[in-house]
């Protein structure tokens, strides 16, 4: 079974009250199974949970809070690549190069991540990830995670940064790939 951290869940929910309140929340739980509440309920950050729980809750968001375009779910992304860095990592990443994202990124995935593997190439301001094995089937999550690598991108100073999904699972091809421009 692959599993996720729960902090990921936990930054979906901050998101959802600052962009939604209390109501908005409120209508994305009241979508979802009982079961999924109830996990939800009792979440902690450190702690993993099926993947499947983390398709339904981000697939269930973008359709109770979103538009159906996945703006939503990219600007998730962005938020939790903001809130999972803290003071120290900011102060470190002014100091990084965007280079150091995709030297790092496969580790920084296990932090949160069980099921993946990335292979990431290079090649002056564009780059071209693409994840093998991902248990995750939900467009929504891939558009968040394009999101958050958008945003850590920026963190370490590149401008313009555009990330493309070229390949999808969710969409029926057999790995997860983007293109990652920047300049």
């Given at each position: 079974?692959?599993?996720?951290?729960?902090?990921?869940?936990?930054?979906?929910?901050?998101?959802?009250?600052?962009?939604h309140g209390e109501e908005g929340w409120r209508s994305l739980l009241d979508a979802l199974d009982p079961r999924d509440r109830e996990e939800l309920a009792s979440m902690i950050a450190i702690g993993w949970y099926d993947i499947g729980?983390?398709?339904?809750v981000h697939a269930t968001m973008e359709?109770?809070?979103?538009?159906?375009d996945f703006a939503l779910m990219h600007r998730l992304g962005r938020f939790s690549a903001e809130a999972d860095l803290n003071v120290i990592h900011r102060t470190l990443m002014k100091m990084a190069r965007p280079a150091v994202?995709?030297?790092?990124?496969?580790?920084?995935?296990?932090?949160?991540?069980?099921?993946?593997?990335w292979s990431l190439t290079r090649e002056d301001k564009r780059a071209r990830g693409v994840l093998t094995g991902w248990a995750s089937r939900e467009e929504a999550c891939l558009v968040r995670l394009a999101g958050?690598?958008?945003?850590?991108?920026?963190?370490?100073g590149a401008r313009?940064?555009?990330?493309?999904?070229?390949?999808?699972?969710a969409r029926g091809d057999a790995v997860c790939e983007l293109i990652i421009d920047w300049f």
């Open positions: 079974m692959a599993s996720v951290k729960g902090v990921i869940f936990l930054n979906a929910r901050t998101f959802a009250l600052e962009q729980l983390y398709d339904r359709r109770v809070l979103g538009k159906g994202l995709f030297e790092k990124y496969p580790e920084l995935w296990r932090r949160y991540q069980d099921s993946g593997e958050g690598i958008e945003r850590m991108l920026e963190l370490l313009g940064v555009k990330v493309t999904r070229a390949k999808s699972t």
